[in-house]
């Protein structure tokens, strides 16, 4: 057995043999008297529905990671930091705004101290430049860093932005899809599913975007978030948008706070703009969409402006798709949504400009960036869509400096409590950046 698969992690074995020395075996399953609960996820089950022959039990709820049953156990060895430290540790060349550095350095303070706290920034304020300080430190210092969003698509946008900023350091990158094995490394990027598989293993944790489902309303990988720090382990949470659990985390000093409400070319986020369009499913049976939508589209590929098309549902791609290709037969474009499997693909090829646009549902909504981009929603109005998903639908457009506003427009069927409150805190937000603007003009 490799001893550093075992660093920092609780691995699935089966309960027989000789524990291995130097290996501590862990309890998977502890049980009540009426319930048992899972040591890996967390979760509470009665006996009944845990039930296997001959009193052993099991979890349902984490099964796909791998059955946890009294059966089992974990095996695990403390984490050892048995690193070899390569230097330059930063091999990244780029500079930060005062802003992001202001940002970075409170970061890096935070990290140093092993503090937890929150980075709220607007989308495409380059959070991602303003941790490199404070990986590098970390680093340097011999510890063990994650890195965990809840998408896959944002891990995979970080994955290499990491191993060029930090070239001489052995990063590791974790998914369900991964197909490279599991090596020790010490820097970790990861999906937060995959945290439920490490035990006091990081020094520092970095959760982006925090909000994003489904890590913000799943008590799982909160309990993995907490035991995948050691005892004294910082936490780094990274959004664009907060929700009411991390505002009260603030409100009661659990957790410090830096805030940058402009994009790390000083430029405000787009305005959304609302347009009515009655009844659009109606166009679709008749494989066509309203003559608005078409003509703005239209406007977008006149001025060789790439766009994504956010719709609510799957069950919408295939007649939209139909109602595009009869207009615009000869652009290239795709469909894509969480369960495609040619997805990574087909968002690899709108980065390397082989599609004109791409029409999708909600999984585009955050961490992928494609510059200079127009952005558009058929039917926002839709409960599909949260406040707080239509703010990162919307700042997908405007993340280049080349062109820093793009077009943002949000077609409805009826007015909707969650677009107007998506409208006021992208206008609250540059409000907030324009006063900024204006100090800083002055200094």
Not at 82 to 90: D, E, S, T
Request: proline share 5%.
């Amino acid at each position: 057995m490799d001893f550093s698969d075992y660093y920092g992690r609780r691995i699935l074995e089966r309960r027989v043999g000789q524990v291995p020395a130097g290996v501590q075996a862990l309890p998977t399953i502890e049980i009540g008297a009426n319930t048992i609960r899972c040591c890996r996820c967390n979760h509470i089950t009665p006996k009944m529905k845990a039930a296997l022959p001959e009193n052993e039990y099991y979890c349902p709820h984490c099964i796909n990671l791998g059955r946890v049953s009294t059966l089992t156990r974990f095996y695990h060895v403390p984490e050892p930091n048995q690193f070899k430290i390569n230097y330059p540790v930063l091999t990244w060349n780029g500079k930060l705004s005062a802003l992001q550095q202001r940002a970075s350095e409170k970061v890096c303070r935070g990290m140093t101290a092993h503090l937890h706290q929150l980075l709220w920034a607007v989308t495409g304020a380059g959070k991602t430049e303003m941790m490199f300080a404070g990986i590098a430190a970390a680093i340097e210092r011999g510890e063990r860093i994650g890195i965990a969003s809840p998408r896959v698509d944002v891990c995979l946008e970080l994955f290499p932005r990491l191993k060029a900023a930090f070239a001489n350091c052995d990063i590791v990158l974790l998914h369900g899809r991964q197909e490279l094995p599991y090596h020790y490394a010490q820097v970790t990027v990861c999906t937060t599913h995959q945290l439920l598989k490490f035990y006091h293993a990081f020094d520092n944790l970095i959760i982006d975007e925090v909000d994003a489902f489904p890590y913000a309303a799943n008590d799982a990988l909160l309990y993995a978030t907490r035991q995948s720090l050691k005892e004294n382990g910082g936490c780094l949470y990274l959004t664009a948008t907060p929700g009411d659990v991390l505002l009260r985390e603030v409100k009661r000093q659990r957790l410090t706070v830096s805030y940058l409400p402009l994009r790390y070319h000083g430029h405000l986020l787009p305005q959304i703009i609302v347009r009515l369009i009655f009844e659009w499913r109606k166009y679709l049976k008749k494989d066509c969409l309203p003559s608005a939508v078409i003509r703005q589209l239209q406007r977008s590929l006149e001025s060789r402006h790439r766009f994504l098309l956010f719709i609510p549902h799957v069950a919408d791609l295939k007649s939209i798709e139909l109602a595009i290709r009869h207009v615009f037969a000869g652009k290239r474009f795709a469909t894509v949504h969480a369960n495609d499997p040619e997805r990574l693909l087909k968002v690899q090829k709108m980065r390397d400009g082989e599609y004109d646009f791409l029409i999708t549902t909600s999984i585009l909504e955050r961490g992928v960036t494609f510059p200079a981009i127009d952005v558009y929603v058929l039917g926002a109005d839709d409960p599909v869509f949260s406040s707080s998903s239509l703010v990162q639908i919307a700042g997908r457009a405007g993340r280049a400096k080349s062109r820093p506003d793009g077009t943002v427009i949000f077609w409805v069927n009826s007015n909707s409590h969650r677009v107007k409150q998506a409208v006021r805190q992208v206008n609250y937000l540059n409000k907030k950046g324009q006063k900024l603007k204006n100090e800083l003009s002055f200094v």
